[in-house]
């Protein structure tokens, strides 16, 4: 092989910048990836990063700069690369063919791709059986779950065994058991075929399963390199702190010159400083508060994203002073409470939610965490009154949801960041809007213009248009218009997917505010960890049951007893390491560059593992590790014995 | 394996089959319009409703009015002695012509002065008034002409001197004069204009909608494979569909056709592919198929409509008009219709009208290719 063809790296850009009319989408972004890496770039919704993959496959053309696959110039020469890429687009399989079978959108692929009957056949196979689809080969692809939708389009875009994959948001509005299992396939043809990825996303807790990341932000390239590396340049310590009322200890904290920044996570306190731990205690000792705690912590990628995005203003981000929140203040007449007993749905026969029972108090935050149809929107239709329940009961603000349900929805406030604002209105007029809507009498709607739009920050943006406004902006604004009635309980849909973490952290930070001053509740529905983590507990669902309702810390702990803790190996040949470890511990799986498996004898295991290694001459660093979120909940649908010990 | 082609030509047809609305698309609403404008538009302009005011009232009066309604083309509403009723009749649409016939009448005859009859014809539908303004005075000279004849006799002049030159005429082609025999074949023109074009335009807007599109621009499949793969399936379709149409038009609706089958089926093949063509222009170069409808919608049926020569002949149009239909399948398809249903030309006599849709086609075909890029924006 000649020594050029060696060190051509599979994806290289440089210096791609691309405009639609005014707006700079992408500004000079330079990275490579080389072969058999996975690399991810990770930013919000409007970052870039579709219009990077695009230039890469060849369907879009750029201002400037280049991007070359194997060598070749995408932006001169598309065709030449096309039968090297597999290009998986944004949208829950929206390539595939609805009204086609799962096998014929599969033959399509292949006759599209002249992929070799051999070739065909094997892949295939082994294709089906990795997904799971090949009990449903006759289904059509619009029946199929938006997980199975994402799978069958990876294997449409792996039929004809590409060496370089690009796939734009392939795991959003995927449910967590599907993620994993799509990323398990992407780690094994990593592992197996040395294939290139690049894929993008805007969660930032995928971006741990790379092996290189870039951070995109407004079509800058902020950042580059290995999850680790990244973010241990990070100056300053983290720390997280518990304290009775967080919001008391958050003003506190945000007067003090030395911090950095502080968010709410749940009833934790994040805050980023330069002061090591002996200065904390001293400064936690001076505001004369007992029972607070903290330790410190790791910063995570959101943290990385924080500090470029500070670095790139000079000023202090928005969500640093929280003194405006003051302002906010709901006057619900009711109590937020939910009860719910027994509650089912059927639809035929088929039965969407099972004997459904839980609990919110006021000024909690409830998470409702499943798979794709396990029956959390018909919860939450049925909870707001918006769909007749078939057997149980409940009561939701103090109404019974079977003959009170028109009182109901006066109290509640629903929001979604699919949730539509109407874009050619202004602000105030929007807010009007749903005034009226809700039918406010004018001068309870001008009390609340003056309350939400100086607690919401929203008073300056009152004559722009919604459309023009940035998107935090614009989500504040669908935040008002759901408190405008004030209230007692907020049915929060997926409500930070696709937003900056600076924005997302200040959602979160009024949400907090309003549970923990107001004490508004909040229903949360999500697919997403970086949401969950901000609920006081979560409900998981599957197959419209309620499996467990806890707080988080003691779902965990049940799932490490019942289940095992994680260990977790790191070592230069992880797919060697893979293999090896298989052959004793059969469910390990690669995560990024580790191979992760879980374990209940976690000293004798490591002793096992690390001499199986060594027989095999690898070499790798094992430790455990308690379970993340995503894990958690993850042994809670696959793990009977942790189902039976509930 | 199937080649690239076919394998998008498969694919659009298990689409197509699966998909409730194409199917309605293609068979029942193509029908459907053939029954509306088939029963609906008749261009024979018979069964005028006419009022009379007769003033007079006498045998002379009665004969005149018996003139009118015992002939095929005027129906009596009623006869009154009231101008009001009759002006009520012709605003509520119940009638379209009055005639007023004056007090004096058969006095005024009898003593061989002249006299006016007062005739009010609806002019909204100037044609239409037109016609019945000729169907009017024919029949007045036809009554004036036996009034002079008796005459004449009382005078003992005698013998049929009045008329001396009669015409003898022969029709052509249409011998009964019904207009069905042109609104048939020419809905059958318009209608595989419509349907075809407008399922054309669907095919590329639509995968550019859903982003299936991606596919199709990140493989190595070709544009014209891509373009004549989703043509194909919708030519089948759109000859299918003549063939229904063909067979109402002769069955149903009892056209005369004295042509060659073979001769038009080939010409509406040729047809077809162009106007599913037309329909994958528009799809290349908008974005939703929302924007390919309504540019298939202005650009084929209405400009179809008006300058194929369906209702007016192309001759009788200004030069725009005349450069306007020329640039228009729909004109040399209806040419070859007409030629085959009514006047039963051969293949000789249609060779200009078919290399124009030939040369046609493939212009479309072309422009379509140069058009369609494997990008975005």
Known sequence: MPLSEVTTPPILVDGLSKSYKKIEAVKRVSFSVSKGQVFGLIGADGAGKTSVIQCLAGVLSANSGSAFIDGIDTLKHPELIKDKIGYMPQGLGLNLYDSLSVDENISFFRDLRQVPESTFRSNKERLLKMTHLDKFLNRPAAKLSGGMRQKLALICTLLHLPDILLLDEPTTGVDPISRREFWAIIHDLVATREVTVLLSTSYMDEAERCHQIGLMHQGDLLDLGTPETLTKNLKGQYYQISYHDPNQLMSHLQQWPEAESTALFGRQIHLHTAVDSQQLKTKLAQLELTDVAFEQIAPNLEDLFMHHLRDKSHAKAPQDSNHHLQHLVIEQSKSGTIECQQLSRYFGDFVAVDKVSFDLKAGEILGLLGPNGAGKTTLIKMLCGLLPISEGSARVVGFDVASEHLIIKRHIGYMSQQFSLYPDLTVLNNIKLYAGLYGLSAKRLKKQIDSLGEGLSLTPYFGRVTSSLPRGVRQRLSLACALLHNPALLILDEPTSGVDPNVRRQFWDHVHYLTQQNQISALVSTHYMDEAEHCDRLGFMQNGKMIIVDTPARLKAQAETICGQLLVAEGVEYANILSTLRTQFPDAFLYGRYVHWQSLNIEEDKRQAQKLLHENQLEAVIESRSLSIEETFANYMTSEALKHAI | ?377
């Open chain 2, 1 to 377: 394996m199937r080649s690239r082609m076919m394998a998008i030509a498969v694919k659009e047809t298990r689409q197509l089959v699966r998909d409730p609305i194409t199917i309605v698309l293609a068979f029942v609403i193509p029908l459907l319009m053939l029954q509306l404008f088939g029963y609906g538009l008749s261009l024979d302009v018979k069964h005028i409703p006419i009022v009379f005011i007769d003033y007079d009232r006498s045998d002379l009066s009665r004969d005149y009015i018996n003139q009118f309604i015992t002939s095929e083309y005027f129906d009596l509403v009623s006869v009154s002695t009231e101008q009001k009723h009759a002006d009520e009749l012709i605003k509520s649409g119940q009638a379209r012509v009055i005639v007023d016939i004056p007090p004096d009448f058969s006095r005024k005859l009898r003593r061989r002065e002249q006299i006016s009859v007062g005739v009010t014809v609806d002019g909204s539908l100037p044609s239409h008034a037109e016609v019945i303004i000729t169907y009017l005075t024919s029949l007045h000279a036809q009554f004036n002409g036996e009034l002079m004849q008796q005459t004449l006799n009382s005078m003992g002049a005698g013998g049929n001197t009045l008329i001396p030159v009669q015409m003898a005429y022969t029709v052509w082609f249409n011998p009964s004069l019904e207009s069905i025999n042109m609104i048939v074949p020419g809905m059958l023109v318009l209608i595989l204009m419509l349907f075809p074009a407008l399922q054309g335009a669907l095919l590329i807007a639509g995968e550019k909608e859903s982003g299936s599109i991606f596919n199709l621009y990140c493989s190595p499949v070709k544009r014209w494979e891509v373009l004549i793969g989703k043509a194909l399936p919708y030519v089948v379709v759109a000859f299918i569909n003549y063939l229904i149409i063909f067979a109402a038009s002769i069955i149903q609706f009892d056209v005369r056709f004295i042509g060659s089958f073979w001769l038009l089926a080939l010409a509406a093949l040729l047809y077809t592919f162009c106007t599913v063509g037309m329909g994958l222009f528009f799809s290349v170069i908008t974005r939703t198929q929302l924007a390919a409808m309504l540019l298939t919608l202005l650009l084929t049926i209405t400009s179809a409509f008006n300058y194929s020569g369906f209702l007016t002949p192309v001759a009788s149009m200004d030069t725009t008009g005349q450069i306007i239909a020329h640039l228009l399948p729909a004109t040399y398809f209806m040419d070859v219709v007409r030629g085959s249903y009514l006047k039963g030309l051969d293949f000789h006599h249609q060779i200009g009208d078919l290399s124009g849709l030939v040369i046609y086609t493939a212009a479309i075909y072309l422009l379509a290719w140069s058009r369609f890029k494997k990008r975005i924006g």
